[in-house]
């Protein structure tokens, strides 16, 4: 994910909502999410090229998602995927806390991320950059937090902005399909609120939305996430045409397709 905003014990009988947007390269492999046949607890999308995922959840009300930090000179081209972060924590049955800690000793062998994991009670933000904080793994209070890629709560215009119209929307008690209207927002920000990540200006400018649209690279998907105290959670995923959205994000809508997490009858295990 490049995108994530997110309340946590914000709205009484449901810990987490939470919505995303998934941008990477359009040629890069994955399929959207679903429950993995080779760890029926999960429901995930997955990355064919890594084999891991940016975001997920599972029967028991565990969730995780990752952004990648940016910084393209501390790029290691052998380091290994960040998308395992998150299928690893699924598919494991570790408590947010220990999961952290286990992962410590072996995060600098990563390329820069942040990384969410909870279940129905803990929420940790970690991050292998950044300060103490975030290199021990920040147990986080009840509030609206966001990330990008730079660390938690890095005031990049396209954060700022998508935390404003998330707790806007959470205030009304919107439907679900407003916090999707919210994460197809293409506004690009003014260049002298731009950040320097080293990429260029015309990079900055075309990182700069909500929802990313260009050539080759793009938001991939967008997710909204709800985990209430009893009960599955439900994630709902959006997919968008990479060929469509390089030139409108309103053509986002002729390629969503709605996922919900909560099995059917004949997808419930025996």
Same mark, same amino acid.
């Given at each position: 994910?490049?995108? #994530? #905003?997110?309340?946590? /014990?914000?709205?009484?009988? &449901? ?5 995303? %947007?998934?941008?990477?390269? =359009? ?40 952004? %990648? ?7 290691r081209t052998d380091a290994p995927t960040r998308g395992a972060l998150v299928s690893d924590y699924l598919t494991g049955? &570790?408590?947010?806390?220990? =999961? ?9 062998? =990563?390329?820069?991320? !942040? ?12 991050? !292998? ?6 290199? !021990?793994?920040?147990?986080?209070? =009840? ?5 990008? %890629? ?7 215009? /396209?954060?700022?902005?998508? /935390? ?25 920000? !003014? ?14 400018? &075309?990182?700069?939305?909500?929802? #990313? ?29 990479? &060929? ?14 709605? #996922? ?11």
């Amino acid at each position: 994910m490049c995108l #994530i #905003i997110l309340a946590w /014990k914000v709205i009484p009988g &449901m810990p987490l909502i939470l919505a995303a %947007n998934r941008d990477e390269f =359009y040629a890069r492999p994955a399929v959207d999410a679903a429950w993995w046949s080779d760890a029926p607890q999960v429901f995930a999308g997955r990355d064919l090229q890594g084999g891991g995922t940016w975001l997920g959840t599972t029967r028991d009300g565990r969730f995780a998602a990752l952004t %990648n930090v940016r910084s393209p000179s501390e790029r290691r081209t052998d380091a290994p995927t960040r998308g395992a972060l998150v299928s690893d924590y699924l598919t494991g049955s &570790m408590s947010p806390t220990d =999961y952290v800690q286990q992962l410590q000793a072996r995060a600098q062998d =990563y390329n820069g991320f !942040n990384l969410l994991v909870g279940d129905r009670e803990t929420l940790l933000w970690y991050s !292998n950059r950044g300060q103490a904080d975030a290199r !021990n793994g920040r147990p986080l209070d =009840y509030g609206v937090y966001g990330v990008s %890629n730079a660390l938690l709560d890095t005031p990049w215009p /396209k954060l700022t902005r998508a /935390k404003a119209q998330f707790a806007s929307l959470l205030c009304q008690g919107a439907p679900e399909e407003a916090f999707f209207e919210m994460l197809t927002d293409a506004t690009r920000a !003014n260049d002298c609120r731009l950040p320097d990540t080293g990429v260029g200006i015309e990079r900055e400018r &075309m990182l700069s939305p909500i929802f #990313i649209r260009s050539p080759d690279y793009g938001t991939r998907c967008s997710t909204v996430l709800r985990v209430p105290i009893a009960g599955e959670p439900v994630l709902t995923e959006h997919v968008a045409d990479p &060929m469509a959205v390089q030139y409108s994000a309103e053509s986002v809508s002729e390629g969503r397709c709605r #996922i919900p997490c909560t099995p059917r009858e004949d997808d419930r295990p025996a």
